[in-house]
């Protein structure tokens, strides 16, 4: 016997637990399933573990700016160990929070795959599943990208490494390459990012990202810029990644590679085709409304949808919230990305919101930019920082904010600045008259514009 519910949503990351819990709190019965322990990506495996090494990493790029000022007498050294136990205090307690909440709510949560056997039911791990509704979040996973790359670990692996590798290779120059490097970078590893393109961290401003490479190699990170990975073999207890850049061959030995090649949508084994679920490349295909083109009864939310987000968690509870409305009340809510802001956490960090200078540019958007080096500015001196950049682009006709790019110590407090007045359509003026505390990070918008 089947059990029948409003809804099942497939996958307890950001996006499943937006949409379970708000059509819960609505009435409807729902039931939400993970393959793994509750909590996604994000939490678990992603940002927030991230996080707590990034952070750790920057006391000590802090100390050893100040060091080399004189103020502080030795840099402090990072106890891998102990650090990975700090980061458990944050990722161990999350499933059975998780639990209790939706044992609290009275959603039925259940652990196991899901698979579509039909256009509106479902088998988890045997048991059968009919449902008024579907949502699939189940999110992304690791592209793999040469023969053997299998024998890489991947950012989770990376993320409960109990000992610090003394050398690691990156594939791929991607945020979570750069992130990872400078981390293991400040605890004394050696680190190399094998990336295929001729620039890292593409979605970037080029300006930006040529200041944070040269900062990054300028940390002893050997960044190979033009190399494609061909393969990854084992030999003595090494990694061994053979490589081609400009018809040259190389091998590059480490004792662990990371695979960070870019992440897919994770649709392969939900069994699409048996439920009517039609899926592009990067996902399931959706409407505006977020609604499978091919099964009504389906939605999708998140990284495991093609809806033109970033896969990104503010993007993933987004979506997860437009879903929920959609299903409760009528397909009516639709994306809305401006303002939306990606970070890269390295130390200092490289973020961007809205408009880059070249897609204003592509769009024949007829815009200024407000461009500069801010090294000898007192908010970075008075913290010994190395690099502060910013680029602001401002549509010519209304003034409006359309974008900003910045890197430096103050980047991350800034840009989220920029992307609320390019979410509420704030010009520039308005944000230059703005009684920012001085001095903080923020207060230097006036002059950035
Ligand atoms: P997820 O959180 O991935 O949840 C999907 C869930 O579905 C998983 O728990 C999975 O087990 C489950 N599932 C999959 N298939 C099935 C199935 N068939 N049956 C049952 N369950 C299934 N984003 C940021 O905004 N900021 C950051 O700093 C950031 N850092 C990141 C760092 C790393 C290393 C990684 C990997 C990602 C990072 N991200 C970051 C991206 C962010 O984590 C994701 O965009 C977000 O978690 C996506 O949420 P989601 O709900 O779509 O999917």
Known sequence: ??????????????????????????????????????????????CDPKKVLVNAARVVDDAQRLVEKGVLDRVPVLQWRELMRFKRTFTDPVPERWSKVYEKAGIVAMHGRATFSGERTLFVDGESLEAKHVVIASGAMTQHVAPGDEMLMDSEGFLDLEELPRSLIFVGGGYIAFEFAHVVARAGAKVTILHRGARP???????????????????????????????????????????????????????????????????????????????????????AYLQSVSNPAVYAAGDAADAGGLPLTPVAGNEGEIVAANLLDGNRRTADFRGLTSMVYTIPSLGATGLSEASARERGIAYEVHVGDMRDWYSTRTVAGREAFYKIVIEKSSGKVLGATIVGPHAEEQINVFALAIRAGVDGAMLREAFFAYPTGSSDLEYML
Do not use: Y
Request: aromatic fraction near 4%.
């Open 1 to 46: 016997m089947s059990k029948t519910f409003d809804l099942v949503v497939i996958g307890s990351g950001s996006a499943g637990h937006t949409a379970a819990t708000t059509c819960r709190a609505r009435g409807w019965s729902v039931a939400i399933v993970d393959e793994r322990p509750f909590g996604g990506t994000c939490q678990l495996r992603g």
């Open 201 to 287: 961290l593409e979605s970037f401003d080029d300006d930006a990202v040529a200041r944070l490479a040269e900062l990054t190699r300028g940390l002893g990170v050997d960044l190979q810029l033009g190399t494609t990975v061909t393969g990854v073999r084992k030999e003595a207890g090494e990694i061994v990644i053979s490589a081609e850049s400009v018809g040259a061959k190389h091998d590059f030995r480490a004792s662990a590679g990371i695979l960070a090649a870019g992440r897919v949508a994770n649709v392969d084994g939900l069994c699409l085709e048996r439920g009517n679920v039609a899926r592009t490349k990067r996902g399931v295909e959706v409407n």
